[in-house]
């Protein structure tokens, strides 16, 4: 297998993600991609299980996607926000808040589902400064969460077993607690929210799936009881939905599961359609009206550069267009079927510890990985993307997968865990 010119020259100047780079293996060369299938540069084609950190829910290239975006980019590839607004940017917004539930009516754009993060924190923290309360500048966040690697997601991630715990020193301080699943776990937390209220400013959490914690499941019950024991408390309650957001859990927002309306709401991944960075917080209107004032320091103090880039915007919009007109929440029950029949046997294989599927999501655990690296190449040896972590083996295909391509995943995932259990 040939490395492409480019790979060996450029290698000594990147610097590549969560990676040790003195012992990293090299990253494969990818020239393209289409569907469900990632085109290496020798030629090898992978059937992709997990759609670009599941962002490509409509498979890669989408034809409606791809249109879009090459339209926009001959019109306006780009234009400052500040003082400037454009046609993509006000129709997303509006389809967003029409698509939320109540009133999440007000969406601030961003470049990165981190920095969603940090602006529903800032949201949270400036409209109790707005209302004139005091202290209220903390979270309350649960174990096993993650949601973005800047310094104040890091700091209400989950700081053992989160990939953060080296800056634990220097994080701020907030509440990472269990989440609290029982009645009893759940008077607890009440009473740990009444305790602590003049510090809170918020409760955040992932919706029903805490996805680079090791995707771990919890019930929509469990979810609505924590929006409405945060919300008795007058606490404002952000729904970081960057993963589960657009489908991903079997309906367009996890949150409808649980029937809530968190203050804030957090979007990324799939609402480019795997095509471009962008990401957004959207609040309700009663935290929005807490910023409208005749005293500038009342204003959001806020705004990226790249905010509601018109091509990312173009291209969420198409993405939306999909969803209405194309049946992706079909689909997605249609996946879990097949997921759940084809990785339920994997759990009598020896060392795996637990199966377990969520709408598009499906979720092989393991007592111990052993070898990491062993597994990442026999996968790629079977012509498949799949990249197992912590404990976990998973897929998050497109939605748009194949009945053959589901099956190819599947099997070939299958037989390497066979193997893999006689290491
Ligand atoms: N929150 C959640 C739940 C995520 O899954 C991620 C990304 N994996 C983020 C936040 C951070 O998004 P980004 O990588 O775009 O900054």
Redesign the pocket.
Known sequence: MTTPPWLEEGSNHIWLPYSQMKTAPAPLAVSSTFGATITLSDGRELLDGIAS?WTACHGYNHPHVMQAMKHQIDVMPHIMFGGLNHEPALKLAKRLANMLPGDLNRVFFVD??????EVSMKMAIQYWINKGVKGRSKFVSFKDG?????LG?MSIADPEEGMHHVFNDVLLDQFVIDIPRSPTQLKAFDAFLKEHKHEIAGVIT?PLVQ??GGMKFFGPDILRNMCETTQNNDMLFIV?E???GFGRTGSMFAIEQADIIPDII?L??ALTAGTM?M?CAVAQDHIFDAFLSDDFDFALQHGPTYMANPLACAAANASLDLFETEPRLEQVKHINRKLKNALTPMQSIKGVRNVRTLGAIGVVQVWDMKDVNWLKNRFVEEGIWVRPFRDIIYLTPAFTITDDEMDKLTGALARVMNEWSKL
């Open positions: 950190w990165s589902g981190s920095v969603s993060v993650y949601h973005g690697d800047t997601c992932e996805g680079a970081d960057i993963f589960t957090c990324s991944k960075p990401a």
